[in-house]
């Protein structure tokens, strides 16, 4: 489904990734774990279609397309989403408006005709129950005053309603406590299906007990050191990532 | 250009005497260019006022005459000229219209472009609607309704024949003719406007609503509306404002009296969006406007202002707290793209005690424009216990527009409590990404970052204008991110 | 005093002394404030603040010095703290009781002989668009020249006192040029100490340089007689990475107008301004300050607090301008309000002008009383209101007085505070 081929990216005049290859399958889940500072973060940047990031070399290709040269938006229709590491705050818009507004937008893409709100809001009550989301934060302003915890789970809920064919999670382990992580964790596993993938980054093995990868990548210096199956993770796990850094 | 004179005003006279007064054999009946006492005096004539109305004109232009056009605000622009501006000037053919249908197409489209067709209007069944099309009004409905509930909202025209003792008790109480610059020629000059007046204890039942348009180029307007509740009553009152694209710029110098007697309450709102300019900013409406209320003890006012067009705009509704408990609000929303300049803000007067004031101050920047507020709080000396509490919040897009703050507060009494908090922004471009990525175009972000940030302002407007207010806002900030 | 009475002073002094290097700047600054003539309400500026009551006095503009008087300042000098001082009585330098060095000198001493440093920095950064600075120009012949080397830290702070002594109403002027070196880091205090029974008005202008990295904290303790007024113009100009602090505590005089001008011209600059004032009788204190943000990534932060009581009338204008090359600034300002009777009164205008998009600024303003739930609370704690006052006041000023870095200056004015405000904290600042 995704191929990312031999991409390199730089950030400031500062080339960050190195020729990065990575093939996903429809309904596979890989992770990407590496120490700080190795590009992991670059990458799902990079994905995604940050102009922050430039990219002198390589393509991304999903489902045969080339996403290299759409804008953010139209990755976005096509099927990429980010859970952010950090989600921004938009005051005075409501979470269920920034939905409303990203799902009809990401219709009107794929000529799709307008959900009717009564369908809408059924969608938004199934999916914010899979996520054990309050409603009441559904009316307030997206991610204003949440906590971290309730910011990584309203992004997972975004996820759901967007159904993407290619979710990558940022560090989504991070600042979320173990019971958090568990129903972030199920929300994902509930949405994977054999038409669509994750990409898992992370820097700790712990967010891979909950949601399984079928493949485990190691990042340094902006390249793939090591590839293996999800027993990578366990041993970096114990032996940290000096034995693969020579 | 030629003035009118004293001397053509005579030859005229005696040249053409007829009912209507000169120059109805022209397609536009409308006075030539200029200014001076005989102008005054035609123009009342020709609205065929009563004698203590025309002397309170010639009274306002005399002070007029003595004054010096006002440069304090934050604002350049080149100053009109009055003598080039034409004081009367009514459509082109008087439409009897037996339903609204019948109006100007052009108007209609203007409508339609934002969404509010006159068709749709007179569907929207709990809004009656008193167009003023230029200077003279052309349509009025569901007088009756309002009538039953002795309720008399009509063009103040009409006003000062049908019930002069009204307008004589309350026309220029709280604006003056001496106030300023601009409110003194238009107490001179005034052509037309709204007048309403709601009985003891009666709740108005619907929206009273007034479509403001600039039609004939090179007209000044000069609209005066006076509301009055009467004790214990209510009204809601909405304005809105349309233009056509014009090169030259034009005048605009209104004057609203808003009058709470005991225990009333008025609601007003506003929808500005007269022509702002072309891009290079030239041509564009002037809008020097006076607005003012006076509350009387327990009663309430409250402005809510949206704003999006105007070449330059200066207007600081007002409020004075007279009575012991009294509420003043205002909540305000001005977008500047381009060229534009926006000057405006509010003054709170606290004079009773236990008054309480909110100011909700929205500004949003874009292109070369500049967008400043001007804010007055003054607590006086036998105020008691007044409380205030002003915002202003200025978005930024684009890094060669400016936003500016300029409150003044004066407090004389210890027992107030007064508030005031200003934050400066811009769009994050981390939250155009995040909405990027979530397939929503930066267009799009804008209109909802931007809607986002004038929530607490669109929240206090009567719903359809609400609808009408947002999709304004987008289209004034259409192409203002490359 | 009226335009006319400073015409003929002006003339006096020219004649009185003879030409050195700042003589025709004084005439050109004399013509400038001439077609200007004292600042009246009718300048915006000027808005609340009418120098008409202080003006109606017949000030004399030359004044001498007695015996008599140098021996009480001698007297009060010695229970004085450790500083460098430079010591002026009536406008008149005092060696003999100063520390001069080569870097801490005085204006009297360096305007015969052509100085490329006058040349280059004099009038520089002053409001020349305020009067009362062309005025101070006019005169311009006492005060402190200051010039600190690069890479020194200053053992001791360095304090200007301006003493007046006179039996009839009397007109002074200072003046001040200080330049701090790179990476240097020096405390400044200056204070106005009226010692006679007769009306004094001083007129200051001070223009501080503080080249890069350096830092300097200059505070201003207005704690003088009730019989003194002072017009101060104080401009700041800051190069890269430098720290500028200004302290503007306001207890005493009559009337008091201090204009405080910032200007930052290098990247990374931090400006903060900080002010108490602590007012009542019929005491009038105007605080009108102004940030220039004119490069990138700068700071500023401002906190101007007031307590009135009685008759007092406080005024707080604060403005801050962001130009459009000054991206990144964060500007923070703060005014706070207690207004303790229904005679006082406050006038407020916080201003911000902001050019440029990518900046963060803020300024916030509040007027009110102490909170009596806050009091009840605390009584029912136990704590008598008295006390609670007290500690609410204290917990209100100390937001400024913890500012200042010189421990026995801190102590000195949370003594003056603890006798104005007639409390009594038994906390150690």
């Given amino acids: 489904m995704l191929q990312i081929k031999n991409i390199h990216a730089s950030v400031n005049n500062k080339e960050i990734l190195k020729g990065i290859n990575l093939a996903i399958k429809a309904g596979e889940v890989h992770a990407i774990m590496g120490p700080n500072g190795a590009g992991k973060s670059t990458l799902s940047s990079v994905v995604a279609g940050n102009e922050n990031f430039e990219v002198s070399q390589g393509n991304i290709v999903l489902d045969g397309e080339e996403l290299t040269e759409l804008s953010a938006d139209q990755r976005a229709h096509k099927g990429v989403f980010v859970s952010f590491q950090y989600p921004v705050e938009i005051p005075g818009v409501s979470t269920t408006n920034f939905i409303k507004t990203a799902v009809s937008e990401k219709r009107k893409a794929l000529g799709l005709p307008e959900l009717a709100a009564k369908d809408f809001l059924k969608m938004l009550r199934e999916k914010a129950a899979l996520l054990q989301m309050d409603q009441k934060f559904l009316s307030r302003s997206l991610n204003e005053g949440f906590s971290g915890g309730e910011k990584k789970r309203n992004e997972i809920f975004q996820m759901a309603m967007l159904e993407p064919k290619l979710a990558i999670l940022d560090e989504t382990d991070s600042g979320l406590d173990i019971d958090a992580l568990k129903v972030v964790?199920?929300?994902?596993?509930?949405?994977?299906?054999?038409?669509?993938?994750?990409?898992?980054?992370?820097?700790?093995?712990?967010?891979?007990?909950?949601?399984?990868?079928?493949?485990?990548?190691?990042?340094?210096?902006?390249?793939?050191?090591?590839?293996?199956?999800?027993?990578?993770?366990?041993?970096?796990?114990?032996?940290?990532?000096?034995?693969?850094?020579? | 250009?030629?003035?009118?004179?004293?001397?053509?005003?005579?030859?005229?006279?005696?040249?053409?005497?007829?009912?209507?007064?000169?120059?109805?054999?022209?397609?536009?009946?409308?006075?030539?260019?200029?200014?001076?006492?005989?102008?005054?005096?035609?123009?009342?004539?020709?609205?065929?006022?009563?004698?203590?109305?025309?002397?309170?004109?010639?009274?306002?232009?005399?002070?007029?005459?003595?004054?010096?056009?006002?440069?304090w605000a934050n604002v350049n622009y080149e100053k009109p000229d009055f003598q080039a501006i034409s004081y009367y000037s009514a459509p082109k053919s008087k439409p009897k219209l037996n339903s609204l249908d019948e109006a100007d197409p052009e108007l209609l489209k203007t409508f339609e472009k934002l969404g509010i067709s006159l068709a749709e209007q007179?569907?929207?069944?709990?809004?009656?609607?008193?167009?003023?099309?230029?200077?003279?009004?052309?349509?009025?409905?569901?007088?009756?309704?309002?009538?039953?509930?002795?309720?008399?909202?009509?063009?103040?025209?009409?006003?000062?024949?049908?019930?002069?003792?009204?307008?004589?008790?309350?026309?220029?109480?709280?604006?003056?003719?001496?106030?300023?610059?601009?409110?003194?020629?238009?107490?001179?000059?005034?052509?037309?406007?709204?007048?309403?007046?709601?009985?003891?204890g009666v709740r108005c039942p619907m929206e009273l609503s007034t479509y403001f348009r600039i039609n004939e180029g090179g007209t000044g307007q000069f609209e005066r509306t006076l509301v009055i509740a009467d004790e214990g009553s209510y009204v809601s009152y909405l304005e809105g404002c349309t233009a056509p694209a014009r090169d030259e710029n034009q005048l605009h110098a209104a004057v609203v009296e808003l009058i709470a007697l005991d225990d009333a309450e008025i609601k007003y709102s506003t929808v500005q969006n007269w022509y702002p300019g072309d891009e290079n900013g030239s041509g564009g409406v002037y809008n020097f406007v006076t607005k003012r209320g006076i509350c009387h003890t327990n009663s309430k006012?409250?402005?809510?202002?949206?704003?999006?067009?105007?070449?330059?705009?200066?207007?600081?509704?007002?409020?004075?707290?007279?009575?012991?408990?009294?509420?003043?609000?205002?909540?305000?929303?001005?977008?500047?793209?381009?060229?534009?300049?926006?000057?405006?803000?509010?003054?709170?007067?606290?004079?009773?005690?236990?008054?309480?004031?909110?100011?909700?101050?929205?500004?949003?920047?874009?292109?070369?424009?500049?967008?400043?507020?001007?804010?007055?709080?003054?607590?006086?000396?036998?105020?008691?216990?007044?409380?205030?509490?002003?915002?202003?919040?200025?978005?930024?897009?684009?890094?060669?527009?400016?936003?500016?703050?300029?409150?003044?507060?004066?407090?004389?009494?210890?027992?107030a409590q007064i508030e005031h908090e200003a934050t400066t922004s811009k769009i994050g471009e981390d939250q155009l990404f995040y909405c990027n990525q979530r397939g929503i175009d930066t267009e799009r972000a804008i209109a909802l970052i931007v809607n986002g940030f004038s929530k607490e302002v669109l929240n206090k407007l009567p719903m359809e204008f609400a609808v009408e207010a947002r999709k304004l806002l987008e289209i004034s900030l259409e192409g203002s991110v490359g | 005093m009226d335009n006319n009475d400073i015409k003929i002073a002006f003339d006096a002094f020219i004649k009185q002394h003879a030409p050195d290097v700042l003589t025709a700047k004084r005439k050109e600054a004399f013509e400038t404030f001439t077609t200007k003539g004292f600042p009246t309400k009718k300048i915006e500026n000027w808005k609340y603040t009418s120098l008409k009551a202080v003006l109606k006095p017949n000030y004399a503009t030359v004044n001498t010095v007695s015996d008599n008087t140098l021996e009480q300042v001698e007297a009060l000098l010695a229970a004085k703290s450790e500083t460098y001082k430079l010591v002026f009585v009536n406008g008149v330098f005092q060696e003999q009781l100063s520390d001069i060095t080569e870097e801490i000198n005085v204006f009297s001493n360096v305007l015969k002989a052509s100085n490329t440093e006058i040349n280059q920095y004099f009038d520089t950064i002053s409001d020349s668009s305020e009067a009362m600075v062309n005025l101070n120009t006019a005169f311009a012949s006492s005060g402190a020249f200051i010039t600190l080397a690069n890479n020194k830290i200053l053992a001791k702070p360095i304090e200007l006192l301006f003493f007046a002594k006179a039996e009839t109403p009397v007109f002074l002027q200072a003046r001040n040029l200080i330049r701090v070196g790179e990476n240097t880091h020096a405390n400044i205090i200056e204070k106005h100490i009226n010692l006679g029974e007769a009306i004094v008005l001083t007129n200051a202008v001070t223009e501080l340089f503080a080249a890069a990295s350096s830092h300097v904290q200059y505070t201003k303790l207005q704690n003088d007689s009730l019989l003194s007024n002072l017009v101060d113009n104080t401009s700041v100009s800051q190069q890269k990475d430098s720290i500028v602090t200004v302290n503007t505590f306001s207890f005493g005089g009559k009337f008091t107008r201090n204009n405080l001008t910032f200007h930052q011209y290098g990247s990374h600059c931090d400006s903060v301004l900080n002010g108490l004032s602590i007012l009542d009788g019929k005491q009038f204190v105007d605080n009108h300050t102004l940030v220039n943000h004119n490069v990138p990534d700068c700071e500023s932060h401002e906190l101007y607090n007031a307590i009135y009581d009685e008759k007092s009338t406080g005024v707080f204008n604060g403005k801050v301008i962001v130009k459009q090359a000054a991206q990144k600034t964060n500007a923070y300002q703060q005014n706070k309000n207690i207004l303790l009777s229904d005679t006082s009164n406050v006038y407020a205008k916080p201003q911000l002008e902001i050019f440029a998009d990518d900046v963060k600024c803020s300024h916030g303003c509040t007027i009110g009383q102490l909170d009596d739930k806050v009091l009840f609370y605390m009584k029912q704690r136990g704590i008598p209101k008295a006390k609670a006052k007290a500690l609410l006041f204290y917990a209100f000023a100390n937001e400024n007085v913890k500012a200042v870095k010189i421990p026995a200056l801190r102590n000195e004015i949370t003594h003056i505070i603890a006798s104005k405000l007639d409390v009594t904290f038994d906390l150690e600042v």
Avoid at chain 2, 127 to 149: C, R, W
């Fill in chain 1, 185 to 246: 964790a199920n929300g994902v596993n509930a949405l994977k299906s054999k038409d669509n993938a994750v990409l898992v980054i992370t820097h700790y093995q712990r967010l891979l007990d909950y949601i399984v990868p079928d493949f485990v990548h190691v990042l340094h210096d902006g390249k793939i050191i090591k590839s293996g199956g999800k027993e990578l993770a366990l041993e970096l796990e114990e032996k940290g990532y000096d034995w693969l850094i020579k």
């Fill in chain 2, 1 to 71: 250009m030629k003035k009118y004179t004293e001397e053509d005003l005579k030859e005229d006279l005696v040249n053409q005497e007829y009912e209507y007064g000169f120059y109805s054999d022209i397609e536009a009946d409308k006075f030539p260019n200029g200014i001076d006492e005989s102008v005054v005096i035609a123009l009342s004539k020709k609205k065929n006022e009563p004698q203590w109305m025309t002397d309170w004109r010639l009274e306002a232009f005399r002070i007029w005459k003595s004054m010096e056009e006002p440069d």
């Fill in chain 2, 122 to 200: 007179k569907r929207l069944a709990n809004v009656a609607i008193d167009i003023v099309m230029d200077s003279v009004s052309v349509a009025t409905t569901f007088k009756k309704t309002l009538a039953e509930k002795g309720i008399i909202f009509c063009p103040i025209s009409e006003a000062i024949q049908e019930h002069p003792e009204l307008v004589k008790k309350y026309l220029g109480t709280i604006v003056p003719q001496t106030d300023n610059f601009y409110a003194a020629l238009n107490s001179a000059v005034f052509t037309d406007g709204s007048f309403c007046y709601i009985p003891k």
């Fill in chain 2, 301 to 415: 006012i409250s402005w809510t202002q949206v704003e999006t067009g105007s070449a330059v705009t200066w207007k600081y509704p007002s409020c004075v707290l007279k009575g012991d408990n009294s509420v003043g609000e205002f909540y305000s929303i001005a977008v500047t793209n381009n060229h534009q300049q926006a000057d405006t803000g509010t003054k709170m007067l606290h004079i009773g005690n236990n008054t309480r004031s909110t100011i909700i101050s929205k500004g949003v920047s874009a292109g070369k424009s500049q967008n400043s507020y001007r804010g007055l709080v003054k607590i006086n000396k036998n105020a008691k216990n007044a409380r205030n509490f002003s915002q202003c919040d200025s978005l930024l897009m684009g890094d060669l527009c400016g936003a500016h703050t300029f409150p003044y507060i004066e407090a004389s009494n210890s027992s």
